[in-house]
């Protein structure tokens, strides 16, 4: 692209499902996202609109606001994030974070079905590999599995590894860990337990399998 996406085609890219990138706009929008490279239109019906590496990069940068700009009305709402154990600000856990997950965790399958080469659903895609904490907390997320709280000690915890593409999964006990571990060989990851060597503290490395 050229140049910068106009306020309105900003917004619709701001709008996007979080997980999926799937895009709600008219026609005239969409159409000018996908010529500029943005967005693309998925050949199945009913032909919806997604955005694509270039479009997520724009979602995820962080522009200077103009200073005349007035703040969005909906500037307050929050964007869906898997808990990756041990936030602060956790927010309420009831039926409707167990919907939004569930519809989250069905996103993530549709977009590993959409950018997989062969269509599979059953291994991770490219935005997992991107993004493995994220991915790997939802995975345990929607399947129920509790996330710790600020504490850290009553659930699991993912966190980030120097590792490529590789998670630890952090959990209160050894039963925590091999009902992760079977989670998330479920989910297309392959994961193991490892012992730290300073603390002797259990725990599991996960990875997203390519095959």
Request: positive net charge; glycine residues 10%.
């Amino acid at each position: 692209m050229t140049r910068p996406p106009t306020a309105a085609q900003r917004r619709v890219i701001d709008a996007a499902e979080p997980v999926t990138g799937r895009l709600r706009g008219t026609q005239a929008q969409l159409a000018a996202l996908v010529r500029h490279g943005l967005a693309f239109r998925h050949p199945r019906p009913p032909h919806d609109c997604f955005l694509t590496p270039a479009g997520h990069r724009v979602r995820e940068a962080v522009p200077e606001p103009p200073a005349a700009l007035p703040p969005r009305a909906d500037s307050g709402a929050e964007v869906f994030a898997a808990r990756v154990g041990g936030e602060e600000t956790a927010g309420t856990a009831g039926p409707a974070r167990v919907r939004e997950v569930h519809s989250a965790w069905q996103g993530l399958l549709e977009l590993r079905r959409m950018t997989n080469p062969d269509g599979g659903t059953h291994r991770p895609c490219g935005w997992e590999r991107a993004h493995l904490v994220r991915a790997a907390a939802l995975a345990l997320e929607a399947a129920g599995h509790r996330p710790a709280g600020p504490g850290g000690k009553d659930g699991y915890r993912v966190r980030a590894t120097p590792q490529p593409e590789a998670v630890a999964v952090h959990g209160p006990d050894d039963a925590t860990l091999r009902a992760c571990a079977a989670t998330l060989e479920e989910a297309g990851w392959q994961a193991g337990e490892h012992t730290d060597p300073r603390t002797r503290t259990r725990y599991l490395l996960a990875s997203p399998r390519r095959m």
